[in-house]
């Protein structure tokens, strides 16, 4: 198999390196990811500027970095490297729970992949306190790879592993909380005024999803879908306002 690698931590991440030293066992590696951090890039392309891709040094891997967002990597890795079969981005340093999934470039760089037609799995584990233990995670890591990777079906998975080792894998839907959103102002050492804003949740979290499995110490699986058409709403508004009411007259 061959296995493209990716993340939005950058090409010299921990996270990258235990992820590529994993997926070497399982299958022909190559590194494309940002020359620097672009954590929080979300999906976001690059269009206005061109892009490089230049080989990096790093000791067993065939790696390259690119000037881009996470999702501009995969679409030149995948550009460069036509047989790459699956993209694999992490392992990033920080959870992509919940709503994170919205704003996250190791997820957006898996979806990336799901868009051109291949499989996309993005893998997290928390970053909190001192700097993860790789070397006690990648067991895990590798069994979880071996789990997903002959699962032909799902084109887009994200993956999170909790802060500890890990009591057990289980299937999750993403957690939906509402977030308090407040803005708190500030000012810097100059005194420029700055603003932080708040991501406090309002309701629990529900049992069965991501956010949950891993605050009970599981591997959380959640398969994420490309299409975000509300079906349920899209079928009780039809039915209940038409569009042909609307008149241009």
């Not at 079969?85 to 997820?107: F, H």
């Not at 997290?124 to 979880?144: C, M």
Request: net charge negative; with cysteine.
């Amino acid at each position: 198999m061959k296995i493209l690698i990716t993340n939005d931590d950058g090409i010299y991440s921990p996270g990258l390196a235990a992820l590529s030293e994993v997926a070497a066992t399982l299958g022909d590696v190559r590194v494309v990811a940002p020359h620097v951090e672009m954590s929080s890039a979300a999906h976001s392309i690059t269009s206005a500027r061109p892009l490089t891709y230049k080989r990096t040094p790093i000791p067993g891997i065939e790696a390259y970095r690119v000037n881009g967002t996470p999702a501009d990597c995969v679409a030149v890795g995948i550009y460069q490297w036509k047989d790459a079969e699956i993209v694999l981005s992490g392992i990033n340093l920080g959870s992509n729970l919940g709503n994170s999934l919205w704003p996250s470039g190791t997820v957006a760089a898996a979806r990336q992949a799901a868009l051109m037609g291949l499989r996309g799995i993005a893998l997290s584990t928390p970053a909190v306190g001192e700097e993860t233990d790789f070397s006690a995670l990648k067991p895990w890591v590798t069994r979880v790879l071996k789990f997903l990777l002959p699962i032909s079906g799902l084109p887009l998975i994200n993956v999170n592993f909790p802060s500890s080792l890990p009591r057990g894998v289980r299937w999750t839907r993403q957690s939906v909380r509402h977030y308090d959103g407040k803005i708190v102002p500030g000012k810097d050492p100059l005194g420029r005024q700055h603003f932080w804003f708040t991501v406090t949740p309002v309701e629990e979290i529900e049992q069965g999803t991501d956010r949950w499995a891993v605050e009970q110490g599981y591997v959380s699986l959640t398969p994420v879908r490309l299409d975000l058409t509300d079906d349920v709403h899209l079928s009780q508004t039809e039915a209940i306002h038409s569009p042909a009411e609307l008149s241009f007259a």
